[in-house]
């Protein structure tokens, strides 16, 4: 306080000096308001014009009371910077001036809800006068909590009274946030008896606020698809936010005026094994007991369905579903009728033949069915004709096998029937020549020859050898008529092997030759190692006879005469002695002097 008495007087001297010179005018302008979020850092500008320089003025920051008294906050002058010890801004704000252009700007970090308060910027010149400018301070905190909930009981329409239909609430924000309900997007207004809004703030410990909104109305039965929300809406630095909640839905209760009731499944038409859902619903949603009856039988359905598995044409029929309303006990019926399409077994006359070769016979297939159907034969997977008709002519092995009748009902898939007939050509047993009948094969190898027969009945296959030796077939299987049989033969030498058939209308034979052969590739080995203990012994001579091998110089005279025959020698020696004898390719001893 000191250093502000100096000042004053400083300038009582100065307004001396200046004896009756004319009073300038300090100006100060400021803005209305400065807007920032709770924990943000507020920056307040105040600027300011004199005719004297920075040092002449003294600049002070307060803040209102609510008593409408100033706090002072800062204060500066030629000499003296400080901030005022003990307000609830002491450790948070700096104040920086900017002379050249006149401008002093306060910041004040980390603000609070209390912050907001209106602040004063006072500017004194020793000779100017003073002068003031106010900016509010104005705190926004978004809301961090928005909640729905809707009523979780169903309520029945066309009620004279009210029914709670949700409830919204939003937390934590500043200034207060406002709730507003939609139905379809279309905003709701309290109406009395039809609408009712009522809410409530809570100012939490903080200083926040909280704002609780509950929904009541008359309901309609056009509300069951109606979707209820909330719209909060809160002020933050330099406008309006708007946020909205999720889409809710009520339940409705309303009573059927109508009952329908439909095959739900198969579509189309229905056949004898396919299951059939009904569905039967009214067109209300009060709670209600459905039963469907057909042929006073009554059915109880799952959760407005029936299902009746495996159906025959004796569901055929009308079948009326019954509603009764829970809370009235009144009743209300619809009906559908059901029509099942069947496809009788298909039946083959004969079932079965026996033909002699040459012969001609004819088949029929027929199935009873409610709708028209189409029949086909076919043989080996493939189509031989078409219709109840099956002609065969001219019978022979070809002719034989089984022949499948199946009868179809083209407007439904999958309704099919089949059955069918055996042909059997009677005649003495054919061999396929087709097989392989000749084989050469290496010793000790095996050999499996294969029989295929056809005739009716099915002949007797046995195998037998050239010699009379019986063979113990490997496989044999026997058919109605046909046989295929095999059998494996081990090649020790050259064999002939027969197929033997027979049955009461003939016989056939075939026969089968195989021819034993060495085995090529160990006779080979064998001569190549011979071969290779040839050349061996050979390079063993030569090494020897230029004394590479033996303890042999090899400094002999090339010039010494050769005898007159090629001595191919062999060195023998006795266990007794250390001599060796060689001898000549004639068996004569060679004399040392001549080794």
Not at 83 to 94: K, L, M, N, W
Not at 520 to 547: D, M, N, Q, T
């Amino acid at each position: 306080m000191d250093t502000r008495l100096s000042v004053s007087l400083l300038a009582g001297l100065v307004l001396l000096l200046h004896g009756f010179t004319a009073w300038a005018v300090v100006n100060v302008e400021m803005e209305d308001r400065v807007e920032v979020l709770k924990g943000e850092t507020a920056q307040m500008t105040c600027m300011f014009s004199s005719d004297d320089g920075i040092g002449a003025l003294t600049i002070q920051w307060f803040y209102a009371l609510k008593t409408g008294e100033k706090q002072i906050i800062y204060y500066q002058d030629a000499t003296v910077q400080s901030v005022e010890r003990g307000t609830q801004f002491t450790d948070r704000i700096a104040v920086n001036v900017t002379a050249a252009t006149g401008e002093v700007l306060l910041t004040i970090t980390d603000v609070q809800l209390k912050d907001q308060q209106e602040f004063v910027c006072l500017v004194t010149s020793l000779t100017d006068g003073y002068s003031e400018g106010r900016t509010k301070l104005l705190v926004f905190e978004r809301p961090d909590y928005l909640s729905i909930e809707g009523s979780q009981t169903g309520i029945y329409a066309d009620k004279d009274a009210l029914a709670k239909i949700g409830f919204c609430e939003v937390k934590n924000g500043f200034p207060k946030p406002n709730i507003i309900w939609y139905r379809n997007n279309t905003p709701l207004q309290a109406i009395p008896d039809v609408v009712k809004v009522v809410h409530s703030t809570t100012t939490e410990s903080s200083g926040l606020f909280s704002v609780s909104s509950e929904l009541s109305l008359k309901v309609m039965k056009e509300d069951k698809d109606a979707q209820f929300y909330c719209e909060v809406t809160y002020l933050v630095p330099g406008g309006t936010k708007m946020i909205e909640t999720n889409r809710i839905n009520i339940t409705v209760y309303y009573p059927s005026t109508e009952v329908h009731v439909w095959v739900e499944s198969p579509k189309g038409k229905i056949k004898e094994g396919d299951s059939i859902t009904f569905n039967c619903h009214g067109n209300g949603n009060t709670p209600s007991v459905y039963a469907i009856w057909h042929k006073e039988v009554e059915y109880e359905l799952q959760n407005n369905m029936l299902i009746l598995e495996n159906v025959t044409r004796r569901h055929n029929g009308r079948y009326e579903c019954i509603l009764t309303d829970m809370e009235t006990y009144d009743d209300l019926s619809g009906n559908a009728t059901v029509f099942v399409d069947y496809l009788d077994a298909a039946v083959v006359l004969p079932a079965e033949m026996e033909l002699d070769h040459g012969e001609e016979v004819t088949a029929t297939c027929n199935a009873l069915s409610s709708l028209q159907t189409h029949t086909a034969w076919f043989k080996d997977g493939g189509e031989l004709a078409v219709g109840h008709t099956l002609r065969l002519k001219d019978a022979n092995f070809d002719t034989a096998g089984t022949y499948t009748c199946v009868v179809t009902v083209p407007e439904i898939d999958g309704m099919k029937k089949m059955e069918t007939l055996r042909v059997n050509v009677k005649g003495p047993p054919e061999i396929t020549k087709t097989v392989e009948t000749h084989f050469e094969e290496s010793l000790a190898n095996k050999v499996d020859l294969i029989c295929q027969v056809r005739g009716f009945p099915a002949p007797e296959v046995v195998w037998t050898t050239s010699d009379g030796e019986v063979l113990e077939p490997k496989s044999h299987m026997k058919e109605m008529d046909s046989v295929h049989s095999v059998v494996s033969v081990a090649v020790t030498s050259d064999l002939t092997a027969f197929c033997n058939a027979s049955n009461k209308y003939g016989a056939d034979a075939l026969t089968f030759n195989i021819k034993a052969k060495s085995n090529g590739v160990i006779i080979a080995v064998i001569i190549i190692c011979i071969l290779l203990l040839a050349i061996l012994g050979s390079v063993l001579y030569f090494l020897y006879k230029k004394g590479k091998i033996c303890g042999r110089s090899g400094k002999q005279d090339l010039t010494k005469e050769k005898s007159g025959k090629d001595n191919i020698v062999v060195e023998m020696k006795g266990d007794n002695t250390e001599d060796a004898i060689l001898l000549g390719v004639n068996g004569e001893k060679l004399s040392p002097s001549n080794q």
